[in-house]
């Protein structure tokens, strides 16, 4: 019988049993927060027993107000480096001391005590906002749950945006699945057929206000939808067809539960698809205008100029620059 532990678990036992004794006996007046944050199988909540092969063990974020850390940080890091048991339930378990503003800092390049503009939030990488979102807190004194209620979820503006964006990734790209294939090129209509899959799962992650994570676990967080287990199949569906004919048709059938959860938000007049054949060819289309429905819901001004001139999507799609958060100011010009 398998005596895993998940490490959200092990982290909580961590903070109740050490970390939080000593931090009551070293330091009685200081407020402070506790959580388990950042990268991690066990933040997402994802971990299992093969997770505890390289970096996977019991650890406490600990935050301290802007005020003490200058003032306490190097005490506290010193008692709990000297205090911390060598090992905990097994695993050798580790802390790390931050302020929440410093913290947020160093994850996102956002400083959460001003106000988050459309362009801000438009080169947050989703997977960071999950990854800051996601997590447990143990403890908070200091407003760590305030900082990421301000980040659990893109501002209604912002995620019809997002919406416009992820609609206008599927449509140029209908076609080419058997235009590819009738090519000669069945591969290439393979790969496009597999990327609008990623593409319909991320809309189907937007539609129901979730950020998505990394390339990891987007399948489990997908699977874990309310949409993911009637849309898994039919995208299986996708990826298994062997011939142009047969992908293009369950791509026709994702499309119609995509077009259907559209509906379910009650954002627009309920839609309905037609079906075209692109300039006379074989070639099926199901389209429904949807971002041209979503576009005049927009009201805040700055995001309806991105909108008409960049609808793009998120920053995601440039990921060789946003692995390293300080990149995040580079990216930001995009939008001047």
């Known amino acids: 019988m398998s005596t895993f532990v998940p ?10 049993q050490v970390v939080q004794p000593i931090l009551s006996a070293r330091f ?10 950042g990268r991690g199988s066990e933040v997402l909540g994802f971990d299992d027993e093969m997770s505890c092969d390289h970096d996977w063990r019991p650890r406490v974020l600990v935050f301290l107000a802007e005020d003490d850390e ?9 008692a709990l480096q000297r205090d911390l048991p060598p090992t905990f339930a097994g695993h050798p378990p580790a802390y790390e001391v931050h302020t929440v503003r410093g913290y947020v800092r160093q994850q ?19 997977q960071g ?29 912002v995620w019809l945006y997002l919406l416009i964006a992820g609609w206008w990734r599927v449509h140029p790209e209908m076609n080419l699945v058997g235009r590819a294939a009738a090519a000669g090129d069945e591969l290439g209509s393979s790969l496009i057929g597999s990327r609008l899959v990623g593409d319909l799962m991320r809309l189907a992650f937007l539609m129901e206000r979730q950020y998505a994570p990394y390339s990891k676990w987007f399948g489990t967080a997908f699977s874990r939808l309310a949409c993911g287990p009637e849309l898994t199949p039919l995208l299986w569906n996708v990826m298994r067809a062997e011939a142009w004919e047969d992908r293009e048709a369950a791509l026709m059938t994702a499309y ?7 509906n379910a938000l009650g954002l627009t007049a309920p839609v309905t698809t037609e079906v075209v054949q692109m300039w006379g060819r074989p070639f099926k289309v199901a389209w429904a205008d949807i971002p041209g429905l979503l576009l005049p819901l927009i009201q805040d001004p700055a995001v309806v100029s991105i909108a008409r001139r960049w609808p793009v999507g998120p920053v995601d799609q440039f990921r060789e620059l946003f692995w390293a958060p300080k990149n995040r100011q580079l990216l930001l010009r995009l939008f001047d």
């Open 7 to 16: 490490g959200a678990e092990l982290s909580r036992r961590l903070y109740d």
């Open 28 to 37: 009685p007046d200081l407020t402070h927060s506790a959580a388990l944050l």
């Open 70 to 78: 200058p003032r306490h940080g190097a005490d506290v890091r010193e």
């Open 108 to 126: 996102l390049e956002l400083d959460i005590d001003r106000d988050i503009e459309p362009q801000d939030w438009l080169t947050l990488p989703e």
């Open 129 to 157: 906002l999950r990854m800051f979102t996601s997590g447990v807190v143990f403890h908070d004194e200091l407003g760590l749950q305030a900082a990421r209620d301000r980040l659990a979820y893109y501002p209604k503006d």
């Open 256 to 262: 119609e539960k995509l077009f259907q959860m559209h």
